[in-house]
């Protein structure tokens, strides 16, 4: 139904700079708002950050003045730019987008298969 295309994660030496693609298609009515989570091993999965189709966005309190979150409408597509990259941001970044199927389907969410961030010391 809706499939969501991740691109951007690697390796990167501490104080750098990555910056997180997904794209979304197949049979999307809205998109409502996207978002990244990530998860370390051992850990949780854990937000990272959110914006909504009116552009409000929401950060977790470990990347707020390092990490910016946008978005183009028009694509379906959202954008993660990490900067001031530490080795404890290391983890799978996934997409998170949350959409209306239809008037009727409402209100689902449909997660990307995760990219890999790396982050040396």
């Known amino acids: 139904q809706v499939q969501l295309v991740e691109s951007g994660g690697g390796l990167v030496q501490a104080g750098g700079s990555l910056r997180l693609s997904c794209a979304a298609s197949?049979?999307?009515?809205?998109?409502?708002?996207m978002g990244w989570y990530r998860q370390a091993p051992g850990n949780q999965r854990e937000l990272v950050a959110t914006?909504?189709?009116?552009?409000?966005?929401t950060y977790a309190d470990s990347v707020k003045g390092r990490f910016t979150i946008s978005r183009d409408n028009a694509k379906s597509t959202v954008y993660l730019e990490m900067n001031s990259l530490k080795p404890e941001d290391t983890a799978v970044y996934y997409c998170?987008?949350?959409?209306?199927?239809?008037?009727?389907?409402?209100?689902?969410?449909?997660w990307g298969q995760g990219t890999q961030v790396t982050v040396s010391s």
């Open positions: 998170l987008c949350k959409a209306d199927l239809s008037i009727l389907i409402t209100r689902r969410d449909y």
């Open positions: 197949g049979s999307i009515f809205r998109i409502n708002a």
């Open positions: 914006i909504t189709s009116g552009g409000t966005t």
